[in-house]
């Protein structure tokens, strides 16, 4: 029988994993009843989560304010951006930590999104950030398709998605930023090894991408908002175009396209964070309200998770002990809040079964 721990104990657990528990096993994708646990309640439109120094960082979106989730599950408020333009779609999305102590946050300005850095001070239930130095601003913006995901890739480079905000046809246009997969230094510089010349573009033909996870072996790894017809996750290549807006899912053999390795109608999926663990992608999804779990060997093999319990999902992420964390998205104004909403919840390795 499955036990379900309170929050705090949870969180504790959590930091001591990485440095005092064997491998745990894996989640078992098999069965459709995942049993979460909870860890926060009471966030307002969050959008990302990031495990910086021990603790869970959290942004939410319309605030304009990162988080730490104490082991008691509080908030602990570390900064709010007061030159947030939280419109839409837009305000504070994305957050990657690079170890040692170095947080990446992306977010709307008057000027359009940014990409910005702060510097991460002090220990766990104590932290504080500096103030925040722009890596590269003036992105595509406008109150749909901002994209904002941010993840840190095996090559120590930060990564972030932008979409084509309500201009589908920048996302074939390699002079703009628009509809891309970004990769750059941590100190916001171009890699010599990017594959457009003296560019940041790493991928194109987005519409709106809301994901990004590698495997261990480095095969990185996008889901994406279509528009009407099928979402998708796909393999990320250097300088591959993945079509949008001309082809949206697979492109019926037009070689000019990378197709996606599983699709889905928007109305059962709208994936936003994904996370990898053992093989299998789990995507958070919004309009689906499920936790998607896909076996990347097998794409064609997919189970839902969590089933609508929750609503709707916007971000997941491995953690310290080897659990999945889920994010919901229930009080950014599509959803409908329960008691509590927004929460955080815990599947815990080997219970994602019921």
């Known amino acids: 029988m499955n036990r379900l721990l309170g929050s705090g104990v949870l969180l504790s657990a959590l ?62 408020e570390l900064v709010r951006l007061d030159d947030l333009v939280a419109t839409g779609e837009g305000g504070l999305l994305g957050l990657a930590f690079l170890a040692p102590d170095q947080l990446f946050a992306y977010s709307t300005a008057e000027s359009g999104n940014r990409i910005q850095r702060f510097t991460l001070q002090g220990s766990a239930g104590n932290l504080s950030l500096s103030a925040p130095r722009t890596l590269i601003d003036g992105l595509p913006s406008a109150s749909i398709h901002n994209g904002g995901r941010l993840a840190i890739g095996p090559d120590g480079m930060l990564y972030a998605t932008v979409g084509d905000a309500g201009n ?88 000019s396209y990378i197709d996606p390795i599983a699709q889905w109608s928007p109305s059962e999926a709208s994936p936003s964070g994904i996370a990898i663990l053992d093989g299998t992608a789990y995507l958070a999804n919004l309009r689906g309200e499920v936790l998607r779990a896909v076996e990347l060997e097998k794409p064609a093999t997919e189970h839902e998770l969590l089933d ?47």
């Not at 609508?308 to 959803?335: A, H, I, S």
């Open 168 to 255: 589908p046809r920048q996302a074939q246009d390699l002079q703009q930023l628009g509809g891309k997969i970004l990769r750059m230094a941590p100190d916001g510089s171009v890699p010599g090894d990017n594959p457009f010349e003296n560019s940041h573009v790493y991928s194109y033909g987005h519409r709106n991408a809301q994901g990004l996870a590698w495997r261990d072996d480095g095969t990185m790894y996008a889901s994406e908002f279509g528009q009407n017809t099928f979402d998708e996750l796909n393999i990320i290549e250097a300088g591959g175009n993945y079509g949008w807006p001309e082809a949206e899912g697979k492109s019926g053999g037009n070689r």
């Open 308 to 354: 609508g319990r929750l609503g709707r999902l916007r971000d997941v992420m491995v953690d310290p002990g080897g659990g999945l964390l889920v994010l919901t998205n229930n009080t950014d104004g599509r959803g409908q809040p329960a008691t509590g909403d927004d929460r955080i919840v815990r599947i815990a390795p080997g219970q994602a079964g019921g």
């Open 15 to 76: 930091v001591l994993a990485g440095c005092s528990t064997p491998t745990p096993p894996p989640i078992t994708a098999t069965e459709s009843q995942a049993v979460p646990a909870p860890l926060a309640t009471g966030l307002e439109a969050p959008w990302s989560m990031a495990y910086a120094q021990g603790s869970l960082l959290v942004s939410e979106r319309d605030s304009g304010r990162i988080v730490e989730v104490s082991e008691s599950g509080e908030l602990r």
